[in-house]
């Protein structure tokens, strides 16, 4: 479905001028009687620049009429649990959009977006970092999805202090999780397209635990053999992506590695205020801007209301699609890439100085 | 002395007559030959630390060597290089290959663990006449060499369950960021940065970040502030120009130096060292590639660069500051001329082409 709306998109954008003439090959979907019925999506709007961005995404949203309906709870990132309702909610509609939650650092509150993760057993992140048409990098060709263990690795959360003074935090790898996260992202691979699938890790230092992980993604490789399959140390890697980004294609990772490679590459393509990702698990997806760094923003771009929408924006396409609503996906994607290519309602962090209202507006505009 | 090194390359690329010269006023005595231990390592290290023997000879510089073949796939440093050493208190060294899995564990980290060289220190900075994505770079990653991610415990709970410790103390943490500190202040530099995790990881991260916090109230004139490590990696290649000194713990240094190497130019040409209290050991300053590929060992086309300055690094530690500046001045109009590169910069050198070309430019 995503080479469908890419086949569209490059038809629109060879020809600026005319944009919607009548297209010589269309692109028909047919439903099953009763796919429009509308569906429930849990929204959680976060804090900092949260309710800002999910606010644009209500208002695309009913723009187009789309068959979503958001159920919204408040969830702030110092609460200590995430509250019952919410839980629920999530569990009954099986999607969930949100906006960042500040985990505050030191103090002890455990980070609400790990719980929401852990709980529901989404074990998977996915981020995808393209370059944009339109947004100037100083990286080509880049074209990286991640795709990061989401359980456990360092961030199991164990720690202790021995003696007063020493501290030690317990990573732990287990084959069960490293599994499924290679078979989930040479799946993703196959189904879309995809040639080559690379593992990053750090076996030479420690053997035990990131050997466990290449061991599982050397079995499931063997499933493959379409796809070339190899293995990068994540010190080597962090310098390849920024030297030559377009060795990479698909990426598998555990989680910390995961979570500074989809920065570093969300970076290079273009910032994370347009990189769309989401979390997936066998039963449940929650959807939210992909790479994690500036997600709740700081307090300057809350008052001015200049937070960037559009990783959210591409963040509720990719939600679209998951809900099988396909054209609803490709008309707001197609929007979103015309604002961001025209280049005249930029956020700052895409070299421009608008609000996020005004680039709200001129999606909504760009939607036909 | 970077500075005064600084000064003397830019009166030296702008006119020949010097107006300022700079005189070092040695001790009677300071020329005696200092012996600096040897180990070329695998894979390119026996050609990159062939090219410092070389240049060193051609300046007569007032060092010799005590070379020792070290493999990575050995089980232990053996007690003679030890030995060696610790006598010498200086080392150089090309890369050490870890194996990846196996019942190995790295030497490189062996070296430092046992000599207790707790700071990594890495200078990543545009070079004049390299061009790359990213400009304005001058970046220092002193990373914390001895715990943390890096300290080799782990073990298998029950088939398939594997738990890997990551220990966190005052101690390492607490003179790691006074190294950092004294480092900014000597060297003029007015920014430290803490990278850390400690919004997931508080105690272990939350306690490396109140180290850094007491440290920098001795500090008032050093503005030091924090960053999540994640931001950290995006930052770095959106906005590199906002870092001045970054202070880490092992892991996130290894993978934010080799960034900042790789937005700056490549590994291939940035220096660093390794320092502890009694013992130094300097060799190309971010850790990949400094091993290479078969492919890059058979043509003899490895990058010098990175060594050659590292030894520049390792001059000035021994307080030959002239012959430092030489060296130094000799490489970057190499770099700067573009004529002669090894293939990570974008030529088709091989390594004693470069060599050369740094002879020829010693004065």
């Known amino acids: 479905m995503a080479k469908r709306s890419v086949s569209i998109l490059t ?65 702030r990132g110092h609460m200590r649990k995430v509250p019952e309702e919410v839980m629920e909610s999530v569990k009954r509609n099986k999607v969930c959009l949100k906006g960042g939650l500040a985990t505050p650092v030191g103090g002890g509150v455990s980070s609400l977006n790990m719980q929401l993760r852990k709980e529901l057993d989404i074990f998977a992140s996915l981020v995808n970092c393209i370059n944009v048409p339109g947004l100037v990098t100083r990286h080509e060709n880049v ?21 007063p003074g020493v501290v030690e935090s317990l990573k732990v790898i287990t084959k069960y999780c490293s599994e499924r996260i290679a078979r989930y992202a040479f799946e993703y691979a196959y189904l879309n397209n995809r040639k080559k699938v690379t593992a990053v ?5 420690m053997k035990l635990a990131d050997g466990l992980f290449l061991e599982s993604c050397r079995e499931v490789a063997k499933a493959y053999p379409g796809i070339t399959y190899n293995e990068i140390i994540v010190d080597n890697c962090c310098m390849q992506l920024v030297a030559k980004p377009e060795q990479f294609d698909v990426m598998v990772t555990p989680n910390l590695y995961g979570n500074l490679i989809a920065n570093t590459a969300a970076g290079i393509a273009g910032g994370t205020g347009v990189m769309p990702g989401g979390n ?31 990783a959210l924006l591409l963040s509720s396409a990719m939600m679209l699609k998951h809900l099988q609503f396909p054209t609803f996906a490709d008309r ?6 015309q604002v961001i290519q025209e280049g005249k309602w930029r956020t700052k962090d895409l070299g421009g100085d608008c609000t996020t209202q005004e680039v709200v507006d001129a999606v909504i505009k760009a939607l036909d």
């Open 201 to 205: 890790h750090k076996a030479n230092i």
């Open 11 to 75: 038809r629109l954008l060879t020809n600026p001028s005319s944009p919607f003439t009548a297209p010589t090959r269309s692109i028909t979907y047919m439903p099953r009687p009763g796919d429009g019925a509308p569906r429930t999506v849990t929204l959680i709007p976060g804090d900092g620049i949260g309710p800002l961005v999910t606010g644009a995404v209500e208002q695309v949203f009913e723009a187009m009429h789309a068959p979503v309906h958001f159920e919204r709870y408040e969830v």
């Open 143 to 163: 074209d990286i999805v991640v795709i990061r263990e989401n359980t456990e690795g360092e961030y199991a959360g164990l720690e202790h202090e021995v003696v």
């Open 332 to 337: 707001l994607e197609i929007a979103v890439k």
């Open 280 to 310: 997936v698990g066998a039963e449940h997806a929650i959807f939210e801007q992909g790479a994690s760094a500036g997600n709740v923003g700081n307090d300057k771009i809350v008052e001015q209301k200049k937070a960037n929408p559009m």
